[in-house]
């Protein structure tokens, strides 16, 4: 008996020591990790880095970033101040918010900092996109793809974009059950982005085969760069070269028109565009710029369209206030045919009734949009690498770090409004505040970034957002098809975690203009 008890005690001493040891390593390990990026500071600058915290060896705090979502970055914001250090995906990060701080980012492209991708996205999207060039190469695709986004050629896509609304917030009323609002918007903003914005000739199933497979390329984007068999990457390739395959047959349809006839589309007028710059682009540039452009587009086109319709249906007063202006513009009638006599794809017939400049004069649903996008921006933020160390908020960005510069916690933290940020308020961007304001407010707003690499679509995607809030309001009454409103995901794309089910039923004609209480 007495000598198992020392036997145990051997054991557990020895289990001690190995536990003690254990830990000694790990401290170790810790301290020369902290060692490591606390010597990686730029010795030519006397600036500090940044306060915070690069986690564990190896991992820093990925996987405090990956469970604590939205949380992991505000908590270190009150921790740490505006600027901090972290270590994410294998990178010493800096993770940037504020006007001031995030107006240096986005002015500094090419001069202080570059854009930052993943190298599988480069590989599936492909080296002759908007998004991977850098310097001359990027101005000068700035240039032919600007003319897609010009006033003359919004006021085209206008009455199409509208007719595609319509037909959607038909077939959302004559559903027999909930629509998933997500995945819904999804397949609107492929159908529009493929047919309007590309001029491709597709019929329903086509249309959501290629949408299906558009998905995939995306959802593997951002994947580790291997590859091999049943890898992310792989499939995206996959993915890809389907997606490349059918455009090939457009494009080659399209370089064979007349050189001398006016653009149709904007696939015509890239090709047009880059004719006048003395440019000859290839089959392959062609589909790598389609395919940007479906990219650019369908999330976060899906992921505002979502959040409208869910903010719409939390403040009521808000409808009323769209109803009251479209009657006063004498926009409040909507289309005469009957949402279920139509049916989800019959066409009414009933000619578009709103241009841009009927757009320009609705001042409140122009509100109701820029707050969409101020509390629910689709993107949280960017990715760029430090081209040389710089000062920011008192401390050194080291050459070769990545910046984030985060959209969401800016708008969070705005300081420049009357009313709380958190708050759904779309009269703060109303003529009366935004003179009270005047040009401080710049980059306190940025939900489509700003600088060198701000989005060239963003009037059409403000379009598209007042469109269906006007086709909303004037045609359907919705309401939750789940007890409560669900909780919002916000990595990578901000939408709701069930999709948003909701019931949307039409509107009787006396309904519009007396108001819908939802």
Not at 207 to 230: G, H, I, K
Not at 243 to 256: M, N, S
Not at 396 to 416: F, L, N
């Amino acid at each position: 008996m007495f000598a198992w008890g020392l036997s145990c005690l051997s054991l557990l001493g020895a289990a001690g020591i190995a536990l003690l040891c254990a830990g000694l390593l790990l401290g170790l390990a810790q301290h020369l990790w902290t060692l490591r990026w606390t010597l990686s500071r730029d010795p030519a600058s006397a600036l500090p880095l940044p306060k915070g915290s690069m986690g564990w060896p190896f991992f820093g705090e990925t996987l405090h970033w990956l469970v604590q979502g939205s949380r992991f970055h505000s908590s270190r914001r009150e921790r740490y101040g505006t600027v901090f250090k972290t270590h994410l995906l294998g990178r010493p990060v800096i993770r940037v918010s504020g006007a001031e701080n995030v107006r240096t980012i986005l002015l500094g492209e090419h001069r202080l900092v570059r854009s930052q991708w993943p190298q599988s996205a480069h590989i599936l999207l492909g080296s002759n996109t908007l998004l991977g060039a850098v310097g001359e190469p990027h101005r000068q695709r700035r240039k032919v793809l600007a003319r897609l986004f010009n006033r003359a050629a919004l006021e085209r896509y206008v009455p199409r974009l509208q007719g595609a609304l319509r037909r959607e917030v038909r077939s959302w009323c004559a559903a027999r059950g909930p629509v998933a609002v997500y995945e819904a918007a999804k397949a609107l903003t492929f159908r529009m982005a493929a047919r309007i914005l590309l001029g491709l000739r597709l019929d329903e199933a086509r249309c959501a085969e290629l949408a299906r497979t558009f998905e995939q390329l995306v959802e593997n984007l951002f994947s580790l760069p291997l590859d091999v068999p049943f890898s992310g990457l792989r499939k995206g390739i996959r993915a890809r070269d389907q997606l490349h395959q059918h455009l090939e047959e457009a494009i080659a349809e399209k370089l064979h028109e007349d050189k001398t006839a006016e653009p149709g589309d904007p696939l015509d007028l890239i090709i047009h565009s880059a004719r006048e710059l003395g440019q000859e682009l290839s089959v392959q540039e062609l589909k790598e710029s389609a395919v940007e452009l479906l990219f650019a587009s369908f999330f976060t086109t899906a992921s505002a369209s979502t959040s409208l319709v869910l903010l719409l249906l939390q403040n009521p007063v808000a409808i009323a206030k769209i109803q009251q202006e479209l009657e006063t513009q004498g926009l409040g009638r909507a289309c005469s045919c009957a949402p279920a006599a139509a049916g989800p794809l019959l066409e009414c017939g009933c000619e578009p009734d709103l241009t841009l400049a009927a757009l320009g004069r609705l001042r409140y649903v122009d509100c109701v949009v820029k707050e969409v996008l101020r509390l629910l921006p689709p993107v949280s933020g960017g990715y760029r690498t430090a081209l040389r160390t710089f000062e920011l908020d008192g401390y050194q960005i080291p050459k070769g770090w990545s910046v984030m510069y985060s959209i969401r916690d800016t708008h969070e933290t705005a300081a420049i409004y009357s009313s709380p940020p958190e708050g759904f308020d779309p009269e703060r961007f109303g003529a009366a505040r935004e003179e009270e304001r005047g040009t401080s407010g710049r980059f306190h707003y940025i939900p489509f970034g700003g600088g060198a690499r701000s989005c060239l679509g963003q009037e059409l995607a403000q379009a598209v957002l007042q469109l269906l809030a006007v086709e909303l309001v004037r045609t359907a009454r919705w309401e939750l098809a789940t007890p409560t409103f669900p909780a919002m995901q916000t990595v990578p794309i901000v939408h709701p975690v069930d999709g948003l089910r909701l019931f949307f039923h039409p509107l009787a004609p006396s309904a519009t203009g007396n108001g819908v209480h939802l």
